[in-house]
């Protein structure tokens, strides 16, 4: 009797734990899984124009092209004009045009700008932890503890960075996760 080639043939053998370590890997390589994104990337991601994607472009549909009418050319899109530079710009994700207002303060520019960019992506009007009140605003997500000013406020990009130096001041980046968890290197 002949007997058919296993699928897995690891999973056949007396090592499971491998061979589905294996096949997980396998599945997680082939892009078939894709990992959990935070709720405030896709917030932004929802609410703010990523600036490398490129606009749609009608097509011509095939019931057009049988009824012999010929489909307008379209013109290319002119490109966004550029802000005036300086933290009153307000571009998500144009991080250098804070760089003024960051270089104001006693604190590593460089870091500041990467912390403003992994928090919020550099958009001053971002709010984040929606789920765990209170939330955070603005550029540095400053959360909108007692004694400090309401999120409207702090999605200011001035006054944001100011309550963040202030933050800062108390005991350097450890109020930030994104340099405890590694994801900014702030040491």
Request: charged residues 15%; proline residues 12%; positive net charge.
């Amino acid at each position: 009797m002949l007997q058919r080639p296993a699928l897995y043939p690891a999973l056949t053998r007396r090592k499971p734990i491998k061979a589905l370590l294996g096949l997980v890997l396998a599945l997680a390589l082939s892009g078939l899984s894709k990992p959990a994104m935070p709720t405030h990337v896709q917030a932004l991601q929802k609410d703010t124009h990523i600036p490398h994607q490129k606009p749609a472009v009608k097509t011509a549909t095939l019931a057009s092209a049988k009824t012999a009418e010929p489909v307008a050319p379209q013109p290319a899109p002119q490109p966004a004009p550029t802000p005036a530079p300086g933290p009153s710009a307000g571009v998500p994700g144009d991080c250098q045009s804070y760089r003024p207002l960051v270089a104001k303060y006693d604190w590593s520019v460089e870091v500041a700008l990467a912390v403003m960019r992994a928090e919020s992506g550099c958009n001053p009007a971002a709010i984040g932890d929606r789920h765990i009140p209170p939330v955070s605003c603005g550029l540095f997500q400053v959360r909108t503890l007692d004694g400090r000013p309401s999120c409207e406020a702090l999605q200011d990009p001035a006054t944001n960075v100011e309550w963040a130096h202030k933050i800062f001041a108390s005991g350097g980046w450890r109020h930030w996760s994104v340099c405890n968890n590694g994801i900014v290197s702030c040491y």
